[in-house]
C-alpha cells in the first residue's frame, strides 16, 4: 500500500503561489494521486487528482513527474479563505480495481495577510 | 439541497453505552464510506458500502457495526462505547463506477463524538 509523506504544517502569505509536495515511493502502477482540502469543523473536499504529468484545473495544478514516487499541488495566488489543511492521497480510482485509500497526515497551510 | 449529511452533529455520552450516527447522499452514489478522524487529524477508513454490500471492512472492533437499509443511507452503530472512540466520524460517498473520470468522494459535515 502507497504511503504518503508530506510537511506537516506550510506558512504563505496572500497573494503568493504555493505549492505542497507529496512524497509516495512505494506508488504502484495503477494508483492515483489525490488531493483533499479541509477546513475546521468540515469534511474534506476534493481538490484535484492525476496519473501523470500535469493536471490543471480552477482551483489548483498538480504535477507529478515521470517516476510518480511524488507530486506537488500548486495553489495560485492565495488567500486568506485558502488556510486549511492539505491531504495527500494514493490510491486506485475504484475498489473493483484493487487497492486502498489511505490519507496522509495532512499539511496545514496557513495564509496570513 | 445538502449532498451529504449526517446526524448528529455533536454526540457525548458516557462509556458503556451504545450510540449511533446516521448519513444520508441524495447524490445518487453507489458507494459510501465511513471515516475516523482522531486529535492528530489523521484521518482513516473504517468501512465501505457499494450497493449496500460491503465491500471494505478495516480493522475495526467488532463494537462497530455498520448498517446500510438502501444504497442511500449508511448508518453506524456503536456498542459499549470506549474513550478511545472520541473522535470525528465523517460520511462520504461516490460514484464507484470504474469508468468514471475521477472518483471524488464527497464528505458530510462530520460528527464529534465525545466519550466521558
Known amino acids: 500500500l502507497a504511503k504518503t509523506t508530506q510537511p506537516i504544517s506550510m506558512d504563505s502569505y496572500e497573494g503568493q503561489e504555493v505549492n505542497i509536495t507529496c512524497s509516495h515511493n512505494?506508488?504502484?502502477?495503477?494508483?492515483?494521486i489525490t488531493w483533499y482540502q479541509q477546513f475546521p469543523s468540515q469534511g474534506p473536499r476534493f481538490i484535484i487528482q492525476?496519473?501523470?504529468t500535469k493536471v490543471t484545473n480552477e482551483v489548483a495544478s498538480l504535477f507529478i513527474p515521470a517516476d510518480r514516487k511524488s507530486s506537488t499541488l500548486s495553489l495560485p495566488r492565495v488567500s486568506l479563505s485558502d488556510t486549511a489543511v492539505y491531504y495527500c492521497?494514493?490510491?486506485?480510482?475504484?475498489?473493483?480495481?484493487?487497492?486502498?485509500?489511505?490519507f496522509g497526515q495532512g499539511t496545514e497551510l496557513s495564509v496570513k495577510p | 439541497d445538502t449532498a451529504v449529511s449526517q446526524t448528529p452533529k455533536y454526540l457525548v455520552t458516557q462509556m458503556g453505552n451504545d450510540k449511533s450516527i446516521k448519513c444520508e447522499q441524495n447524490?445518487?452514489?453507489?458507494?459510501m464510506y465511513w471515516y475516523k478522524q482522531d486529535s492528530k487529524k489523521f484521518l482513516k477508513i473504517m468501512f465501505s458500502?457499494?450497493?449496500?454490500?460491503?465491500?471494505i471492512n478495516e480493522t475495526v472492533p467488532n463494537r462497530f457495526s455498520p448498517k446500510s437499509p438502501d444504497k442511500a443511507h449508511l448508518n453506524l452503530h456503536i456498542n459499549s462505547l470506549e474513550l478511545g472512540d472520541s473522535a470525528v466520524y465523517f460520511c462520504?460517498?461516490?460514484?464507484?463506477?470504474?469508468?468514471?473520470?475521477?472518483?471524488?468522494?464527497?464528505f458530510g459535515p462530520g460528527t464529534r463524538l465525545t466519550v466521558l
Open positions: 458500502y457499494n450497493n449496500k454490500e460491503l465491500i
Open positions: 512505494n506508488i504502484a502502477t495503477n494508483d492515483y
Open positions: 492525476g496519473y501523470k
Open positions: 492521497l494514493v490510491g486506485a480510482k475504484s475498489y473493483n480495481q484493487g487497492g486502498k485509500l489511505i
Open positions: 462520504a460517498s461516490s460514484p464507484l463506477v470504474w469508468r468514471e473520470p475521477d472518483n471524488e468522494q464527497f
Open positions: 447524490l445518487g452514489h453507489d458507494t
